[in-house]
């Protein structure tokens, strides 16, 4: 934008618009950077993740089957078991089988993650090598 010094005896109109020709440049420019550097930025490490596979789960009578409700209580099979000494008392004993059966824990879907992490934390403390969780398959349709 330029301005006269001076007059050349008619009267020029002040233009008030703003040039965007600029503005609009740079902000294409911004734009081919950000996306030419986004992929060097989302670099992760390489994993092979493990395919979801759906087995039968085949119950035989040296299982041990727990069962956490909505509460946080914890059953060993229908018996309630009254603390985590206790149910780790109990794996004790099982633990000690040749073959070491498989613990299958059986969790409330609105019970909390705490609860069901204290029975996984008890058999491993127990020395349980295998634990399994009971799942519902979802509706076919």
Not at 19 to 48: C, E, G, H, S, W
Not at 77 to 91: C, I, Q, T
């Amino acid at each position: 934008m330029a301005m006269q010094i001076g007059s050349s005896g008619e009267e020029d109109e002040l233009n008030s618009t703003i040039n965007t020709t600029p503005l609009v440049d740079v902000m294409l420019v911004l734009l081919i950077i950000f996306l030419i550097t986004i992929p060097v930025v989302r670099q992760t490490v390489p994993v092979q993740l493990p395919k979801e596979r759906n087995v039968v789960t085949q119950t035989k009578p040296e299982n041990v089957l727990i069962s956490v409700n909505r509460d946080g209580d914890v059953y060993w099979g229908m018996e309630m078991v009254a603390d985590n000494e206790k149910l780790v008392d109990k794996l004790k004993k099982v633990a000690v089988l040749v073959p070491q059966p498989e613990v299958h824990i059986r969790g409330d879907m609105e019970a909390r993650y705490q609860a069901i992490g204290r029975v996984v934390f008890d058999a491993q403390r127990a020395g349980i090598r295998k634990i399994g969780f009971i799942t519902e398959p979802p509706p076919r349709g």
